[in-house]
């Protein structure tokens, strides 16, 4: 946790973050799936993720909130109507940080700030889906209160992992 007073500010994404947010995505996908997912494969996808894309106008199909700790870039998340068959509910599709920013509190903060929100576009509830073996991120959604419901199972070059949906009412 954060012990003195910092700045943290939230904002939604502007095409100058691109080079940031390509490094955000490229070292948070490293940290959490190197030896999860084939090497190859994470390697394409972080390359998919490139400034290019981050800056792309294409990203206003979803919503993405920037999370700034002392005036730095350190973690983004996006988020919108769930893409499962309950349109009805909020989903976070992606919420990463830095690796120097992870486990000090601001994940709570980005979460927190997308469930509001979610809660303001009158969703009725919550689902995030994590990949199992990622035991940083199933703890962090079972702090925050959420509960596995389903699991599925994702293909990554042959390799299948399992995802586990978490929901909050």
């Not at 003195?4 to 904002?11: F, L, N, Q």
């Not at 959420?146 to 009412?169: C, D, H, N, Y």
Request: a positive charge; one cysteine or more; glycine letters at 8%.
């Amino acid at each position: 946790m954060l012990s003195s007073p910092a700045k943290v500010a939230i904002r939604l994404l502007r095409t100058s973050d691109a080079p940031a947010l390509a490094a955000v995505f490229r070292e948070s996908w490293h940290l959490a799936y190197a030896g999860l997912i084939p090497a190859l494969h994470l390697e394409q996808i972080i390359n998919r993720r490139s400034e290019a894309w981050w800056a792309s106008p294409s990203r206003s199909r979803e919503r993405h909130l920037v999370l700034e700790f002392e005036g730095k870039i350190a973690g983004y998340a996006a988020y919108g109507a769930a893409r499962s068959r309950n349109r009805a509910m909020g989903e976070i599709y992606e919420l990463y940080l830095g690796p120097i920013y992870q486990g000090v509190g601001l994940g709570e903060h980005l979460f927190e700030a997308c469930r509001h929100r979610l809660d303001r576009a009158k969703c009725k509830g919550l689902i995030v889906w994590a990949l199992a073996e990622n035991t940083q991120a199933t703890a962090f959604y079972w702090r925050r209160g959420g509960r596995p419901v389903a699991s599925a199972m994702e293909q990554f070059s042959g390799t299948k992992l399992e995802k586990i949906a978490f929901t909050w009412p």
